[in-house]
Nanobody
Framework: ERQVVESGGGSVQAGGSLRLSCVVR????????MGWFRQASGKEREGVAA???????DYADSVQGRFTISKDNAKNTLYLQMNSLEPEDTAMYYC???????????????????WGQGTEVSVSS
């Protein structure tokens, strides 16, 4: 059973930065497909960024150029570097993983089987 654990959330002012981390424990595979999702209060969970086995990345238009997803296979850790944060980025952020994700569906919630409990990000204006 894989366990997905996020960390790194917090409160920042607009324009600030945060880095989220996600560790996959248990039956670990360095070839996992992984992604970050977020869910703001009263809204649907949406895909933010994803990375495949080859390190190819996908981003939601709303974070393109501000957020960077990366993965350290040796540490089985996924990161999300968030710069130029805006109040609209306030949400619970979730890490997701699966053994295989179709590339063009990488930002779709239903593409992933394993999920963390989330880490909260709050951006004030």
């Amino acid at each position: 059973e894989r366990q997905v654990v996020e960390s790194g959330g917090g409160s920042v002012q607009a324009g600030g930065s945060l880095r989220l981390s996600c560790v996959v424990r248990g039956d670990i595979s360095s070839t996992l497909f992984m992604g970050w999702f977020r869910q703001a209060s009263g809204k649907e969970r949406e895909g933010v960024a994803a990375i495949d086995r080859l390190g190819r990345t996908d981003y939601a238009d709303s974070v393109q150029g501000r957020f960077t997803i990366s993965k350290d296979n040796a540490k089985n850790t996924l990161y999300l570097q968030m710069n130029s944060l805006e109040p609209e980025d306030t949400a619970m952020y979730y890490c997701a993983a699966d053994l295989w994700v179709t590339r063009h569906l990488s930002l779709l919630r239903s593409s992933y089987k394993f999920w963390g409990q989330g880490t909260e990000v709050s951006v004030s204006s």
